[in-house]
């Protein structure tokens, strides 16, 4: 069982920047694939970004490429956002989700993977 937490969320002015964390309760964390997805009310979950287990190879949605950067540190058991030159259309609930030997594209996440419960990101114009 892995539990991961988010947190670094908040309310921030429109080309502003902030920095999301999860962490990891795993000790084979570096054997994980991580992605961000998030939420906006009203519309479904999204990929924002995936990093693969090994090699750290990543993908990201069209609509963040250039201003977030998704970075993991194994021996600290996390993963981090940095998101750049945010808009008001990033406002959404981000989560982190954890698939084992994953490859971090958005097909490589499901439901019945680790996901934590989310934090809040709020961009105001």
């Known amino acids: 069982q892995v539990q991961l937490v988010e947190s670094g969320g908040g309310l921030v002015q429109a080309g502003g920047s902030l920095r999301l964390s999860c962490a990891a309760s795993?000790?084979?964390?570096?054997?994980?694939?991580l992605g961000w997805f998030r939420q906006a009310r009203g519309k479904e979950r999204e990929f924002v970004v995936g990093i693969r287990w090994s090699g750290g190879i990543t993908y990201y949605a069209d609509s963040v490429k250039g201003r977030f950067t998704v970075s993991r540190d194994n021996a600290k058991n996390t993963m981090y956002l940095q998101m750049n030159s945010l808009k008001p259309e990033d406002t959404a609930v981000y989560y982190c989700?954890?698939?084992?030997?994953?490859?971090?594209?958005?097909?490589?996440?499901?439901?019945?993977?680790?996901w934590g419960q989310g934090t809040q990101v709020t961009v105001s114009s």
């Open positions: 795993t000790r084979t964390f570096s054997n994980y694939a």
């Open positions: 989700a954890a698939t084992f030997m994953g490859s971090g594209r958005e097909s490589g996440f499901n439901a019945n993977d680790y």
